[in-house]
Structure formats: C-alpha cells, structure tokens
C-alpha cells in the first residue's frame, strides 16, 4: 500500500501561471516533508522541504504547504518557466524518506 | 563536482553475473542510502548507512543484493546472480547528518539491464 500518494501523473500549465502540485500521506508519524525535480537522466534534485511543525515554507518561487490534518502536501510554483518542466516527486518520513511516484509537469509557452 | 557521483553510469550484464555499483557521496555526509527506481515509479529505498554502518537494510529485494561502506565514505551495491527483474535506475543518496529533516541529495544514477 502506498504511504505517499502523488494522485496526478501529470500537469500542463502555462507558462506565468501558478503550478500547484498536490501529495497525499498515510503515515501520522512523519515528520519531514520534502519535493524534488527530476530531469530525464539525472537524479532527483532537492527543491524544498518543511517539518511537521511548520505548515509553509517558502523558497523564492516554490512555496510548499502543510496540512497535518488532512495529511496533504502541495508545492506551488509561481510564476511557472519553461525550465520548471520535470517530474516532481514528493517525499515523506523521518529517517527514511518515502517516495510518491512523481508527477509530470508541463510548462504551455 | 562538489555532488554525489555514481559509476558506472550504465552497466549491461547477462542474467546471472554480478555486478557492483560505486557511490561516492559528498565530502563529510554521514549518511548515506541506495535506491532502486523501476520506469514509471518513484525511487524505492533499499538500504541506508550511518558512517560505516548499516543501520537499515529492509529495503533490500532479496539477499542477492548486498551494500557495504567500509571507510564511511564511498558505497558499493552488489548484486550477485543478477536476474531480469533487477533491470532498474540505481540511486544513491548522501545527507549531512544522521538524524531527521536534512534533505538527501542524489546522484545521477546507474541505470543497470540485465539481459
């Protein structure tokens, strides 16, 4: 059973809008929340990430929200660019990191 | 580079011989992990180091797959008897520190087929 859950396999937006990426987790005991972007041939690449004590964290464009309740995650990234097309995954847990299977973005010029 | 560096980059082997595959994680992470990502999926945790220790290895498919760190630096991921089903990109992971909430940071891969 999957315990981090990324519903979407893919996303087009254009480009300038807002690109809202959503997770789901199953696991109340994770503590660290985390995305990364992955181009084709290379490894995942750290984005941005946030604690179970926090409920935002913002990184210049990337912004990723919290919500321990629902047990939801979402990064959004505002404005979106052309370079933001990749697949993002979104990762959970504390000592080990749980991958969901990534969702595939597309930046519309 | 300053990153993680894997070798090879590509590795073809038949089906029943061994492989190994090298991590060279950043200069002074403690902590270091191997994943196996399948086509389509995210990558899926084999093992993790602390040092020169292996504190989990639950991730490990079977006991053809063996990770050892000697030095508490550079990694190596054997598989022995290599089968079809290990065909897959192998990551390896590197984080400053070995509690939680420091970001892993990964290499490009080994993208391994067996035929």
């Known amino acids: 059973d999957q315990q981090v859950k990324q519903n979407s396999p893919s996303l087009s937006v254009q480009e300038g809008r807002i690109s809202i990426l959503n997770c789901d987790y199953t696991?109340?005991?994770?503590?660290?929340f985390l995305w990364y972007k992955k181009y084709p041939a290379e490894g995942p690449t750290f984005l941005i990430s946030i604690s179970s004590i926090k409920d935002k964290n913002e990184d210049g464009r990337f912004t990723v929200f919290l919500n321990k309740s629902a047990k939801h995650l979402s990064l959004h990234i505002v404005p979106s660019q052309p370079g933001d097309s990749a697949v993002y995954f979104c990762a959970a847990g504390d000592d080990k990191i749980i991958f969901g299977k990534g969702t595939r973005l597309h930046i519309l010029p | 580079g300053a990153g993680v560096s894997q070798s090879p980059r590509y590795k073809v082997a038949k089906r029943g011989q061994d492989v190994a595959l090298r991590c060279d994680p950043i200069?002074?992470?403690?902590?270091l992990f191997w994943y196996q990502q399948a086509l389509g999926q995210g990558p899926e945790f084999l093992t993790y180091?602390?040092?020169?220790?292996?504190?989990?290895k639950s991730g490990l498919p079977s006991d053809r797959f063996f990770a050892e760190r000697p030095e508490g630096s550079v990694s190596t991921l054997k598989i022995q008897r290599t089968q079809q089903e290990d065909s897959a990109v192998y990551l390896c992971?590197?984080?400053?520190?070995?509690?939680?909430?420091?970001?892993?940071?990964f290499g490009d891969g080994t993208r391994l087929s067996i035929l």
């Open positions: 180091f602390q040092n020169e220790a292996q504190l989990d």
């Open positions: 696991n109340s005991m994770f503590d660290y």
């Open positions: 992971a590197s984080s400053l520190a070995g509690n939680s909430n420091q970001p892993q940071h």
């Open positions: 200069s002074g992470h403690v902590s």
